[in-house]
């Protein structure tokens, strides 16, 4: 059984920072990009970064690039989002969500393929007060 586990949201000030996990089970881990979203209330599912397992390459999306990295233990099949320099726009549900890697793919382009997929996480509330 496909499993995706966020964890780490919380509620921090603005300028704070937050490190959110996505533990992965039941796949094999290095032949997924992982991703993550974020939803706001009224708002839109966004993606805003993906990681390629196989390769470490990386995607960002505008809002978050320069304050948040992505990265990814294999050993652990476990993604992080380090998220520093956090603004109160930055409220949302996270949720990480998986997909096959595709070779035809760019890592960034995989970020439209995971609306689709049916791996997903429950989601973590990050709430940034200013």
């Known amino acids: 059984e496909v499993q995706l586990v966020e964890s780490g949201g919380g509620l921090v000030q603005a300028g704070g920072s937050l490190r959110l996990s996505c533990a992965a089970s039941?796949?094999?881990?290095?032949?997924?990009?992982i991703g993550w979203f974020r939803q706001a209330p009224g708002k839109e599912r966004e993606g805003i970064s993906c990681?390629?397992?196989?390769?470490?390459?990386?995607y960002y999306a505008d809002s978050v690039k320069g304050r948040f990295t992505i990265s990814s233990d294999n050993a652990k099949n476990t993604v992080y989002l380090q998220m520093n320099s956090l603004k109160p726009e930055d409220t949302a549900v996270y949720y990480c969500?998986?997909?096959?890697?595709?070779?035809?793919?760019?890592?960034?382009?995989?970020?439209?393929?995971?609306?689709?997929?049916?791996?997903w996480g429950q989601g973590t509330q990050v709430t940034v007060s200013s």
């Open positions: 969500a998986a997909t096959t890697q595709e070779g035809r793919l760019s890592t960034a382009q995989h970020i439209g393929a995971m609306y689709l997929s049916d791996y």
């Open positions: 039941g796949f094999t881990f290095d032949d997924y990009v």
């Open positions: 990681i390629s397992s196989s390769d470490g390459s990386t």
